[in-house]
């Protein structure tokens, strides 16, 4: 089975990261990139400022960018990724889906929204089921679907799967690799020799997405998880990986050896991009670290470690490569949650 994928902000840093990560894909086929109107026209090895580990896979290299834009797309694509500016995504998405397109999207804009699935595989396949409410409350003929912010993805797994022992409330601190920032992101000025203790809107982010990602979808409507969330998040000089520090207050008292069972035992998703083991946990307490272990599960495994008994609950670290897991791998894989579902 072929799959016609479109890629859209396909020349940036996440959609540089889609590129590659679908170089080998054995169902997805890159039939279209687009950026800018800037780009439009240009070759993407002209246009792509390739930063990727690997060459720029020859075929892509020689295609014209395309404008985003329904009118400039091929009519026989069967899936959208979407790495745009959030601000362009919130023009151009609902568009697209209007026009028949399903779109797998990494921008922020409409995450929270009450119809649109915001989906990790192994965490809350089921609600995909919202698509049908979007389509009757837009009149839509395609879909929107939402991966998390990368922060979000790399601890809410690990709260799926204590969820057992009866979440109450959440601390995380977060220390968040550069790339999450985009390469002119953080100047190096800003960022050597330095940590810097805010990142604009990740806190909120991450507070309220994970409640949606752990809540339950029923007869087509949403209802939050009723957890408190709390986060501080930090920039670091590393370059990809997000490591945090997760304080977890739960109902029930389980010792470390039972948490960890319980994070190793989250259910994997049965799709080509997903890891065999959602969810690794290190023994050392001085794992994981960003540059040991982001690339583990070819980046789209989450590890944890570090963890501790403490008298309000327990406390554990956990880390995924903030750009694959966390954006343009999360993407994909929801891109073939959607052909497993018959959706695409
Ligand atoms: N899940 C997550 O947590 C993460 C999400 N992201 C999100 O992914 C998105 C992309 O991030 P990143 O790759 O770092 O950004 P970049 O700035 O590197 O890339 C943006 C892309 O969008 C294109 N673009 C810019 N303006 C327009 C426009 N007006 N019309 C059409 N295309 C346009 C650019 O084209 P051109 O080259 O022509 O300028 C480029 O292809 C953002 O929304 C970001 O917040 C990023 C990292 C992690
Ligand atoms: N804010 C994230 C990256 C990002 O772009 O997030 P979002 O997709 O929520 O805008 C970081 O700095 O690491």
Redesign the pocket.
Request: hydrophobic residues 30%; glycine residues 18%; aromatic residues 2%.
């Given at each position: 089975m072929s799959v016609r994928v479109g890629l859209?902000?396909?020349?940036?840093?996440?959609?540089q990261r889609f590129v590659q990560l679908l170089d080998d894909h054995p169902t997805f086929d890159i039939a279209a990139v687009?950026?800018?109107?800037?780009?439009a026209g240009e070759s993407y090895r002209d246009?792509?400022k390739w930063r990727v580990d690997t060459p720029i896979p020859e075929d892509i290299a020689e295609m014209t960018v395309r404008e985003?834009d329904p009118d400039a797309l091929p009519d026989d694509l069967d899936l959208l990724f979407s790495?745009?500016?959030?601000t362009?995504?919130a023009e151009?998405e609902p568009e697209l889906c209007r026009a028949g397109y399903v779109v797998s999207s990494?921008?922020?804009n409409e995450r929270m929204a009450e119809d649109v699935p915001l989906t990790i595989p192994e965490v809350n396949p089921d609600h995909l089921a919202l698509i049908e409410t979007q389509r009757e409350e837009r009149g839509w003929d395609g879909a929107l679907v939402k991966?998390?912010?990368?922060s979000t993805?790399t601890m809410t797994p690990t709260l799926a799967a204590l969820d057992q022992f009866g979440l109450s409330r959440i601390h995380v601190a977060t220390l968040q690799a550069v790339s999450?920032a985009?390469?002119s992101g953080v100047t190096s000025m800003e960022i050597i020799d330095n940590v810097l203790p805010h990142i604009g809107g990740e806190e909120a982010k991450m507070e309220a997405e994970s409640r949606k990602l752990l809540g339950d979808v029923t007869d087509g409507e949403l209802s939050l998880h009723d957890v408190d969330v709390a986060a501080s998040c930090n920039r670091v000089p590393s370059l990809d990986g997000h490591l945090e520090n997760v304080f977890a207050e739960l109902e029930e008292d389980p010792s470390a050896a039972e948490v960890h069972e319980a994070l190793e035992g989250l259910d994997a998703a049965d799709l080509p991009s997903a890891p065999e083991q959602p969810i690794h946990v290190f023994d050392d307490p001085e794992r994981p670290q960003p540059r040991l272990d982001r690339m583990r599960g070819k980046g789209m495994q989450i590890s944890a470690g570090g963890l501790r008994e403490t008298p309000d609950g327990i406390q554990y670290n956990c880390l995924a490569h903030?750009?694959i897991r966390?954006?343009a791998g999360?993407s994909v894989l929801n891109g073939e949650l959607l052909v497993e579902a018959g959706i695409v």
């Open positions: 859209l902000g396909a020349t940036g840093a996440v959609g687009t950026a800018s109107p800037r780009s246009a792509a985003t790495s745009l500016p959030s362009v995504g151009i990494n921008s922020s991966n998390p912010n990368c993805i999450g985009g390469y903030n750009t966390g954006a999360a």
